[in-house]
């Protein structure tokens, strides 16, 4: 086809009605290295005269071109409309190259319509009220599906062979081809896939197109804009209540993005029943805090007035009142209620039943979309893995050669290097979590220079602003900020240490990437909160014999009601952080770049930019896809579950937050980046057995939670057992006297010398103060040992831990075992394809080999007998 001919073709007046390519891939590259090609390359339209001299680059792309033309793909130039220094080549694949490679490739098209009867669910007339309008985007029709094969080309469903491959299985089968051909031999080993390319700029981007703009419908209402369709009906903010088209998505983009926003949107489903329970939980806490009478005593000021603490550090605290806390109780009464404990345990149902009814759901998932034998007959090696076999090995199993990219010591190596590595960014960040600690002793000091220094001192901001609060807000932003620099770092460490480990197929590669991932991200993101709730204030001693971090710094302490408030507001802080940087990285950026692209694009030229160079001014997508995504919800998954005992609101959060995310990550990949390369995808991959690893965790921390940061149990056990006779002076079960009895007497005479405080006290003649634990008073004869109540608790709290786990554990078992993986519907149209799957491709190859096979005796024995008639006459 001649340029001239191609610029007319090309250059309409309205871009909506340019030829449609599904399938299509383009390459942009630099007109610098490229000059005149003539035989079997395409033509780039370089006079004689231009010629520059053939470089390196420039016999790799000819011969990949020339190969890609070789193996049935036809090639188009085209040069940019805004900058001639850039040609574009535009790959299409015709029918008989589809036809070959959905063999080679295992793709399963359909047979046949189902003709299984459905039963429609007494919920549906609800769903409907939040499905997209069927007149707007029509439903797909349901086929059984089977391996495609040439040979039974006759036994499919083709009414069209225009629609027959949809674009997601064409720009697959494409991307296949493009991975796979040979641009170059060196040392006998050949060099071969766009991503080579690519990564050494001989190439600038390659990528499919989208069908047309995403905010101009199509004209022809029998061949609807996809991408139109999808920006209404799905990524626009109003559509934020209906249903995901999930379908339209997954032909349009794929089956791995599919199964994401359908993970995504289950998900999000499932936690609006966890966000209405955590809401009552903490509207029952809400409106039971005024009766809570520990913290009645504490705002008392003939109770918690006449209370004055010791001093939290050495020398430079001093003694402070009880009453500077009178806030804080009462937001802690909030949340350390018997709401909370109610939510815990409901939680630990919950995230078995979201992870059984997903496994029904994803099963059902896999048979509509054929990726249920995907695995076993259409993942493939990657090429990088291809590109390094130079060893030859004999397989055990075939007994025939097969060549690896390494031998079983170079396996080990590299085995030992990748965990070598992980283990050290793991203790870098314990390092930077230890910092963060010394970092909380050492400030403390400085707040706690402006405690006030006399009983009747009521400033407002110290009301709120006490000095473990200050420090633990200023501690938790810069906790957050460490993460986000240590997750940028990592984040690249991670793709090289898996580049190196070299798994064979793209799903070993990202299940490799995603446990170094998340690994390092769970230590970055809760190392903090597991401090906050399970070491912190727990090995602190008493003021007359402190604990040192270091041997210099003095342990922190809890408030008078413990840490759960701090570990409440570290959540708050971190959850809410994350959820803003992300979406700045993910909407905002994009957004900003594109706009200074289409500023740029506009001042240069004025002329109609075609399809293909609009798509290459979008973003690209990275090399990982959606995995960020993956990633960023299971690490809010863990939040949701690990710390829920802490923060009954966080699932209220998290559906907030996800009714966005789903809106804009479809936003972002409809509007603002190009068209990610379809892939298959039979399930969620590694973070399936990552979060029923977090489940499964999420029991403990939450009956630790409990036990060991609230102030539960200690209440508990007063009530039932020290708040009456023999232990008590109250005649009846009472929360009265609770404060005064769970804090311990010290005689300031008793301090060292080391940790007295400098200043001289305040409050008089008093020769005591008190602090947070059940230890016996001076002049008992255990002085400052441990007393009665302390074993008590421990074992109370010992007790509940186990009882809790087991409870929950049996029920979560015992709901695993009821509901089964996948349901009998599903079951029956699997069975229904096999059976219909044996008999139009097997049964009838036979009966068809019979006929003939009969025909040829037939046409023997009538020859026999003529040969055989004369001599018998």
């Not at 029943?273 to 809401?279: D, F, K, P």
């Not at 903490?282 to 809570?292: A, Q, V």
């Not at 039932?720 to 023999?726: D, I, M, R």
Request: proline letters at 5%; one cysteine or more.
């Amino acid at each position: 086809m001649q340029a001239e001919t191609q610029d007319v073709l090309l250059e309409v007046e309205d871009e909506d009605e340019e030829e449609e390519e599904d399938g299509e891939v383009v390459l942009e590259e630099m007109e610098q290295t490229i000059i005149p090609t003539y035989g079997t390359a395409p033509s780039y339209g370089t006079a004689p005269d231009q010629q520059k001299p053939r470089t390196p680059e420039w016999r790799k792309r000819q011969a990949y071109e020339s190969n890609l033309i070789s193996n049935g793909l036809q090639l188009e130039a085209m040069r940019s409309v805004l900058d001639e220094k850039l040609i574009f080549v535009k790959v299409h694949a015709p029918w008989e190259v589809l036809c070959t490679y959905a063999e080679v490739m295992h793709i399963k098209l359909p047979l046949q319509p189902n003709d299984l009867k459905t039963r429609d669910s007494a919920f549906n007339w609800f769903s409907r009220l939040f499905q997209v309008d069927e007149n707007i985007i029509k439903p797909e029709q349901d086929f059984f599906t089977a391996p495609f094969e040439k040979a039974r080309l006759s036994d499919f469903y083709i009414q069209d062979k225009d629609t027959f491959f949809n674009p997601a299985t064409r720009s697959r089968i494409v991307y296949f081809i493009l991975s796979r051909v040979e641009y170059a031999v060196k040392d006998n080993v050949k060099k071969f896939g766009i991503n080579k390319l690519l990564d050494s700029g001989i190439y600038k981007a390659a990528f499919p197109l989208h069908d047309c703009r995403f905010n101009c419908p199509s004209e022809d209402p029998n061949c609807p804009n996809e991408r139109y369709l999808l920006y209404k009906e799905w990524a626009h903010p109003r559509s934020i209540y209906k249903l995901q088209p999930l379908d339209l998505v997954r032909k349009y983009y794929g089956e791995k993005i599919g199964i994401y926003f359908a993970w995504l949107g289950f998900y999000t489903h499932m936690l609006i029943v966890a966000a209405v329970v955590g809401l009552a939980c903490f509207l029952y806490g809400y409106t039971t805090k005024d009766n809570c009478t520990w913290s009645q005593e504490v705002c008392d000021p003939n109770i918690g007035g006449n209370i004055i603490m010791c001093p939290q550090c050495d020398k430079t605290c001093t003694y402070w009142n009880l009453t500077i806390t009178c806030e804080s109780s009462k937001k802690l009464c909030i949340f350390d209620s018997f709401g909370t404990l109610v939510f815990a345990v409901f939680m630990g149902i919950w995230v078995t039943l979201f992870l059984e009814f997903w496994k029904r759901r994803q099963a059902e998932l896999e048979y509509e979309w054929d990726t249920v034998e995907f695995l076993e007959q259409e993942e493939h090696v990657r090429p990088e893995y291809e590109a390094q076999c130079t060893y030859v090995v004999t397989n055990e199993i075939t007994q025939q050669e097969e060549h690896v990219p390494y031998t079983a010591c170079g396996k080990c190596v590299r085995v030992t290097f990748c965990i070598s590595a992980v283990l050290f960014w793991i203790l870098l960040i314990l390092a930077s979590v230890i910092g963060i600690i010394v970092y909380r002793l050492s400030v403390f000091l400085v707040f706690s220079a402006t405690l006030p220094q006399n009983i009747t001192r009521k400033e407002a901001i110290q009301r709120y602003l006490t000095p473990q609060a200050a420090t633990s807000v200023t501690a938790s932003i810069i906790s957050f900020i460490i993460i986000m620099i240590l997750n940028m770092l990592y984040e690249k460490v991670a793709i090289m240490i898996t580049d190196f480990e070299l798994p064979r197929t793209q799903t070993d590669y990202e299940n490799s990437l995603t446990m170094k991932m998340f690994l390092f991200q769970f230590v970055n993101y809760y190392s903090s909160c597991f401090y906050i709730a399970f070491f912190k204030g727990k090995l602190v001693g008493f003021p007359g014999d402190p604990v040192y971090w270091l041997g210099k710094y003095r342990n922190e302490e809890c408030d008078p009601g413990g840490c759960l408030l701090e570990l409440t507001m570290q959540l708050i802080i971190i959850m809410g952080g994350k959820a803003i940087w992300n979406n700045i990285q993910e909407v905002l950026l994009p957004w900003v770049k594109n706009l200074i692209g289409r500023y740029c694009s506009a001042a240069r030229s004025e002329k109609t930019v075609p399809r293909w160079e609009q798509d290459y001014h979008l973003q690209p997508v990275g090399k990982l896809g959606l995995f960020y995504e993956y990633l960023e919800m299971v690490i809010q998954f863990g939040f949701v579950t690990l710390f829920v005992a802490s923060f009954p609101l966080a699932p209220l959060l998290a559906l907030i937050n996800n009714l966005l995310e789903i809106r804009v990550d479809a936003w972002k990949i409809t509007t603002q980046f190009r068209r990610m390369v379809p892939q298959k995808a039979q399930d969620i991959g590694a973070w399936q057995p990552i979060m029923q690893g977090i489940a499964m965790l999420a029991v403990v921390t939450n009956a630790m939670i409990i036990a060991f940061t609230s102030d539960m149990i200690p209440r508990l056990v007063y009530y039932w057992s020290f708040s009456v006779p023999p232990y008590g002076d109250h005649s009846t079960y009472t929360m009265k006297g609770y404060i005064n009895n769970t804090l311990s007497v010290f005689d300031i005479s008793d301090f060292k010398s080391e940790s007295k405080p400098g200043s001289p006290p305040w409050f008089g003649n008093q020769t005591t103060c008190r602090y947070r634990d059940f230890r016996y008073p001076p002049g008992h004869q255990h002085q400052y040992e441990h007393n009665i109540y302390y074993w008590h608790v421990i074992a109370a709290k010992l007790a509940f831990i186990i009882v809790m786990e087991h409870i929950v554990y049996c029920v979560k078992f015992t709901v695993s075992y009821t509901i089964p993986d996948v349901s009998q519907k599903t079951k029956s149209k699997i069975k229904r394809e096999k059976y219909l799957t044996q008999t139009l491709l097997h049964e009838n190859h036979l009966k068809v080999m019979k006929k003939h096979i009969g025909k040829i005796a037939d046409h023997l024995w009538s020859g026999a007998n003529s040969t055989l008639r004369p001599k018998l006459e």
